[in-house]
T-cell receptor, first 112, second 118 residues
Framework: QKEVEQNSGPLSVPEGAIASLNCTYSDRVSQSFFWYRQYSGKSPELIMS????GDKEDGRFTAQLNKASQYVSLLIRDSQPSDSATYLC????????????FGSGTRLSIRP | DAGVIQSPRHEVTEMGQEVTLRCKPI?????LFWYRQTMMRGLELLIY????????DSGMPEDRFSAKMPNASFSTLKIQPSEPRDSAVYFC????????????????FGNGTRLTVT
């Protein structure tokens, strides 16, 4: 089992709708969780971080964490064409709080 | 701040040649990471350093790969000899101590080096 798993997509969502991206992780005691966005040919950039169970909102983005289910998700409201990118889920391992492991990413496409 | 600086941006080399990738982290950052990204395997952590000391190199594929950080402002990733399967985008990233890492202290990535081994 991979340490961080994501559906590779592509996930196609109409403009203005809510895009929902999901991620599961294997280390039961992981402590920190991140969502990065990567445009084609560019480097990853952080868009959200979450450390405790529940929801965290930042503008159109909401991160949701459920440690019991080892599940973290990202919701993008009012999706825009500029949101089309690959979204990478990242997790720190309990064994090493500084070691960040990435999922393989979900490709999101927002259709006008 | 100029951000994390990687060089070269692109490298094309023949199988068997030595390749050296370079990285200058953000000044003041304690941690430096080397990742490799391919379509098949995604973004893989190769090795990371804390205060110039290698902490975990379990992701380094094999002995052909080596990484050094001689000082706080410079790191290299060397592949010798290179093989076609090493073709990938190699990213360097830096960050502050985990205790200080949060929404305002993310992992900062360089622009990457696209390596092609023919």
């Amino acid at each position: 089992q991979k340490e961080v798993e994501q559906n590779s997509g592509p996930l196609s969502v109409p403009e203005g709708a809510i895009a929902s991206l999901n991620c599961t992780y294997s280390d039961r005691v992981s402590q920190s969780f991140f969502w990065y966005r990567q445009y084609s040919g560019k480097s990853p950039e952080l868009i959200m971080s979450i450390y405790s169970n529940g929801d965290k909102e930042d503008g159109r983005f909401t991160a949701q964490l459920n440690k019991a289910s080892q599940y973290v998700s990202l919701l993008i409201r009012d999706s825009q064409p500029s949101d089309s990118a690959t979204y990478l889920c990242a997790v720190t391992l309990y064994s090493s709080a500084s070691k960040i492991i990435f999922g393989s990413g979900t490709r999101l496409s927002i259709r006008p | 701040d100029a951000g994390v600086i990687q060089s070269p941006r692109h490298e094309v080399t023949e199988m068997g040649q030595e390749v050296t990738l370079r990285c200058k982290p953000i000044s003041g950052h304690d941690y430096l990471f080397w990742y490799r990204q391919t379509m098949m395997r995604g973004l893989e952590l190769l090795i990371y350093f804390n205060n110039n000391v290698p902490i975990d190199d379990s992701g380094m594929p094999e002995d052909r790969f080596s990484a050094k950080m001689p000082n706080a402002s410079f790191s290299t990733l060397k592949i010798q000899p290179s093989e076609p399967r090493d073709s990938a985008v190699y990213f360097c990233a830096s960050s502050l101590e985990p205790s200080r890492r949060g929404p305002n202290s993310p992992l900062h990535f360089g622009n990457g080096t696209r390596l092609t081994v023919t």
